[in-house]
């Protein structure tokens, strides 16, 4: 059980020190492939939780699509690859830290003064279950979502298209 | 295992996210500080779920409609950067300012 705690503490290390450098570093890319870091540990952190779908769909869908269409966007953007010192806004930086530090601060005085408390990790599959609750209990939810999914599918496509045939030539 | 160690990183995630949006200023590395949010809120519900032992495990059913939501939110925040980036040849967000007066 010890050894099994000091592994969800370098989980629990790794999260913060990965999140920092998606935030800090001066690199495009490398705050992608940190990203990609900061959700691998926690889709194991998921796994040990006994939340093995969502650490799966996690992965599938962050890490197998969101990222790449993120290193789509840098390479479509022409963001300068490599060390860019243009990257932070530096004005902004003492009142970011100053707003975050205090939005953390406030989170872990409530959630440390409200929960406590052990897990105790049961062993075992919940996917079954997960999938007979989601496709009874939560079938609307279920079907909205997927409606939500098809409005930003056309919705991606009529913003990102250049679409001739809606501008009117005579009027601009 | 103890709750609080890993509710206070996904406090720290969230607060950094909030860190990345007021200091980036590429629009693209803004909505990859807003997928650090979404993952710490993950992660709360997850430790939440497991902690109250749920037999309707609401937390993991949140937790995937969350990450469906961000796949969207993703797809369409990438094409609104990319019609900016066409119109106005930059991607900074300092240099939006249409809609200033």
Redo the contacts between chains.
């Keep these: 059980m010890e050894i ?2 000091i592994v ?2 370098f989980i ?1 290390l790794g ?2 020190s990965t ?2 450098r ?2 800090t570093t001066s690199n ?1 890319i490398h ?2 492939i940190s ?1 990609v870091f ?2 691998a540990l ?1 889709a194991i ?2 796994l ?4 093995e ?2 650490a799966l ?2 992965v599938l ?2 890490i197998g ?2 990222i790449v ?2 290193l ?3 390479m ?4 300068p690859l490599g060390k860019n010192a ?4 530096d004005k ?2 003492k ?3 100053a ?3 205090s ?2 601060l406030l ?2 005085y409530i ?2 003064n409200n ?8 062993s075992g599959s ?1 996917t079954e ?2 999938g007979e ?2 496709l009874t ?2 079938i609307f ?1 279920f079907e909205l ?1 997927s409606f ?2 098809l ?3 056309i ?3 009529t ?2 298209r ?1 679409d001739e045939a809606l501008i009117d030539k005579d009027q601009v | ?9 996904a ?10 949006i ?8 803004v ?3 807003i ?2 949010i979404l ?1 710490a809120v ?2 709360n519900f ?2 939440f ?3 109250l ?1 749920d037999t ?2 609401q937390g ?2 949140f ?3 969350i ?10 925040g ?6 900016l ?2 119109n106005r040849q930059t ?2 967000i ?1 240099e939006f300012d249409l809609m200033k007066w």
Excluded: H, W
């Excluded at chain 1, 929960?115 to 049961?122: L, M, P, Q, S």
């Excluded at chain 2, 295992?1 to 990183?9: A, E, F, R, S, T």
């Design positions: 099994f705690e969800i503490y629990l999260l913060i999140a920092i998606v935030v495009v705050a992608a990203l900061t959700l926690s952190l998921f040990i939780l006994s939340a779908f969502v769909v996690l869908v962050y699509a969101v269409l993120f789509f966007g840098i479509i953007t022409r963001a243009e990257l932070d806004n902004n930086k009142m970011g830290a707003i975050s530090g939005i953390f989170f872990s959630l440390i929960f406590d408390g052990e897990v105790n990790i049961a919940s279950l997960l609750i989601l209990r939560f939810p979502v939500v999914l409005a930003a599918l919705g991606g496509i913003l990102a250049k | 295992m103890i709750v609080q160690p890993v509710l206070v990183v406090a720290a995630l969230f607060s950094l996210g909030i860190y990345g007021l200091v980036r200023r590429n629009a693209v590395m909505l990859l500080s997928e650090l993952n993950n992660i997850i430790m779920d497991t902690m032992a309707m495990m993991q059913i937790t995937i409609f990450i469906t939501i961000a796949a969207a939110e993703v797809g369409i990438l094409a609104i950067v990319l019609m980036f066409r991607a900074n300092n």
